[in-house]
């Protein structure tokens, strides 16, 4: 009995998806939940799971294909219908399992019917009893680079495009994304033979990076980058925007988290960094300044009523922004761990849709990568987004209690909002701004800690 498996609704206003990729074949089997298909829409990029356990029958949408939500994807069966043709390649796996039962019953007939001639040497030339025990080690062999290959196949086809232009085999990578998914930087570091240069050189000297397979290629625009594309010009293009940039003094934040850190790793799991006191900061202050957390609909203003904050991940087939709901009612940890858990699963393909949407203003951690501030463009129909820069320690003039100036080193960062001047003043949002950078300076988080 065959059955089919539809392109599901993959958000409230999903309407279609493009296939990526298949992740199984005609004629392979496939078990209930495991990834059979990556499929991309215009909220996110996913791996959709088999809702039945068979074989794969047909495949009748192929990849960079886009067909409407509801349309059938692939059948599968339980390998008696179409998909028994291609079931040959799996026969030559049963010799291996079945070759005892032979061996046993009839040792001298199953050794040259049964098995192939590489493998039958070996086993002349063992004890008729001993055959099926030194059969069983050579199987297993080959088990141990089984988990990488497995791995590799589910890399993204910009990473197995690297490897295949680099000549580098997916299966002696050791991934380092999650759950072992090899990246583009694995892949990346794979070409390149630092060792050698470091070793020669002193242990100062700057070594460049190996260049990058990309260059000289040619590639199309994946999906979503398309509509990342399209969404950012339509945001340059239909709103006002500038940006208002405030220094902050965060230097009680990085003492509390010092003290508090071990105790928030064992509770929580997780290290605690500034994000999340950025999260809270943010969102609190927009309960008191609501046009940073609206949206303009023709010639009216929709204040929202709760503060949904997206905040921005880096992945390798673009920018996405899961959503942390009513983020204003959350403590320090909840928050932490919601930003760790949809950054994750965002890389791992694995966030749902509806979780990349309902966001209300955006928070993106520009510093990440080092960078001390930067002028992020708005996420329509939002009217506002938070760059925060990189914290750096640097001195800095300070004002005692008794109005005395004096040099300290300070921890320091940038925080940059850009606005949609349409419905957003300089002053409202300098006073957002200021409201934020209060709260941070003064960093009295001890009550919502969560610990």
């Given at each position: 009995m065959s059955e089919s498996v539809v392109l599901p609704a993959l958000g409230e206003s999903v309407t279609e998806g493009t296939v990526t990729r298949w992740l199984k074949k005609v004629g392979e089997t496939v078990a209930i939940d495991e990834p059979l298909v990556e499929v991309s829409t215009d909220k996110v990029d996913t791996e959709i799971p088999s809702p039945v356990a068979g074989v794969i029958e047909q495949?009748?949408?192929?990849?960079?294909?886009?067909?409407?939500?509801?349309?059938?994807?692939?059948?599968?069966?339980?390998?008696?219908?179409?998909?028994?043709?291609?079931?040959?390649?799996?026969?030559e796996a049963a010799p291996v399992v079945e070759a005892p039962a032979p061996v046993v019953a009839a040792p001298v007939a199953a050794a040259p019917?049964?098995?192939?001639?590489?493998?039958?040497?070996?086993?002349?030339?063992?004890?008729?009893?001993?055959?099926?025990?030194?059969?069983?080690?050579?199987?297993?062999?080959?088990?141990?680079?089984?988990?990488?290959?497995?791995?590799?196949?589910?890399?993204?086809?910009?990473?197995?495009?690297?490897a295949q232009e680099s000549g580098i085999d997916l299966t002696q990578i050791a991934g380092t994304g999650v759950g072992g998914r090899i990246r583009?930087?694995?892949?990346?570091?794979?070409?390149?033979?630092?060792?050698?240069?470091?070793?020669?050189?002193?242990?100062?000297?700057?070594?460049?990076?190996?260049?990058?397979?990309?260059?000289?290629?040619?590639?199309?625009?994946?999906?979503?980058?398309?509509?990342?594309?399209?969404?950012?010009?339509?945001?340059?293009?239909?709103?006002?925007?500038?940006?208002?940039?405030?220094?902050?003094?965060?230097?009680?934040?990085?003492?509390?988290?010092?003290?508090?850190?071990?105790a928030f790793v064992a509770k929580s799991g997780g290290k605690l960094n500034f994000m999340p006191f950025f999260a809270l900061a943010a969102a609190e202050a927009l309960r008191v300044h609501p046009k940073l957390n609206a949206t303009i609909d023709g010639d009216n203003i929709v204040?929202?009523?709760?503060?949904?904050?997206?905040?921005?991940?880096?992945?390798?087939?673009?920018?996405?922004?899961?959503?942390?709901?009513?983020?204003?009612?959350?403590?320090?940890?909840?928050?932490?761990?919601?930003i760790a858990d949809k950054a994750a699963r965002t890389r791992a393909n694995q966030l749902k849709p509806d979780e990349l949407g309902g966001g209300t203003f955006t928070l993106t951690?520009?510093?990440?990568?080092?960078?001390?501030?930067?002028t992020p463009v708005v996420f329509l129909p939002q009217v506002a987004i938070l760059g925060t820069g990189v914290v750096t320690k640097r001195p800095v003039v300070v004002t005692d209690a008794n109005g005395q100036d004096a040099i300290s080193i300070r921890s320091m960062v940038y925080l940059a909002l850009?606005?949609?001047?349409?419905?957003?003043?300089?002053?409202?949002?300098?006073?957002?701004?200021?409201?934020?950078?209060?709260?941070?300076?003064?960093?009295?988080?001890?009550?919502?800690?969560?610990?």
């Open positions: 495949i009748l949408v192929q990849e960079d294909e886009t067909v409407e939500v509801g349309a059938v994807l692939v059948i599968i069966g339980d390998g008696s219908g179409a998909g028994s043709a291609p079931a040959a390649p799996v026969a019917v049964v098995a192939a001639p590489v493998v039958a040497a070996p086993v002349v030339a063992a004890p008729v009893v001993a055959a099926p025990v030194v059969a069983a080690p050579v199987v297993a062999a080959p088990a141990a680079p089984a988990a990488p290959i497995s791995d590799a196949g589910y890399v993204t086809p910009l990473v197995r495009k690297l583009k930087d694995d892949v990346l570091n794979a070409t390149s033979t630092p060792a050698p240069a470091v070793a020669s050189a002193p242990a100062a000297a700057y070594v460049p990076g190996a260049a990058s397979p990309l260059r000289g290629t040619t590639e199309p625009m994946s999906r979503l980058r398309k509509v990342l594309a399209e969404r950012a010009v339509a945001s340059m293009v239909s709103t006002a925007q500038l940006t208002t940039v405030v220094e902050v003094d965060v230097t009680k934040i990085a003492q509390l988290r010092q003290k508090v850190q071990s204040y929202h009523g709760s503060e949904n904050i997206s905040f921005a991940v880096d992945t390798e087939k673009g920018l996405l922004t899961p959503v942390i709901r009513d983020a204003a009612s959350l403590n320090i940890m909840e928050i932490a761990q919601q951690n520009t510093g990440s990568r080092g960078a001390l501030f930067d850009s606005y949609d001047h349409r419905l957003v003043d300089g002053a409202d949002a300098s006073r957002f701004l200021v409201d934020v950078k209060n709260r941070l300076e003064d960093a009295n988080f001890d009550a919502v800690l969560g610990l």
